[in-house]
């Protein structure tokens, strides 16, 4: 059985960093392409991030220089760095295996004053 689960959200000040961590089992992550998404209430889910097999990556515009994707292929683990933090970025983060397309249960970031 495969599974992604997702941690290390939380409350945070504006400003601050958190690291999400998306741990896998049942499944080789090092195979697959690997996202982070997120959803805002009221809003439609957004990519927030990529990481390809050969670790390249790629981020939304709302993200990018702030927000690092990366993998540890030895523990199975998608990771993302969360710099520089805005209540925008307020939302339940989620982690994806497209190509198979399994889902995480999300983990909710809230950032705040």
């Known amino acids: 059985q495969v599974r992604l689960v997702e941690s290390g959200g939380g409350l945070v000040q504006p400003g601050g960093s958190m690291r999400l961590s998306c741990a896998a089992s049942g499944v080789s992550t090092a195979l697959y392409t690997m996202r982070w998404y997120r959803q805002a209430p009221g809003k439609q889910r957004e990519l927030v991030a990529t990481i390809t097999t050969s670790d390249s990556t790629n981020y939304s515009d709302s993200v990018k220089g702030r927000f690092t994707i990366s993998r540890a292929n030895a523990k199975n683990t998608t990771f993302l760095q969360m710099n520089s933090l805005k209540p925008e970025d307020t939302a339940v983060y989620y982690c994806?295996?497209?190509?198979?397309?399994?889902w995480g249960q999300g983990t909710q970031v809230t950032v705040f004053s």
């Open positions: 994806s295996l497209p190509f198979l397309g399994y």
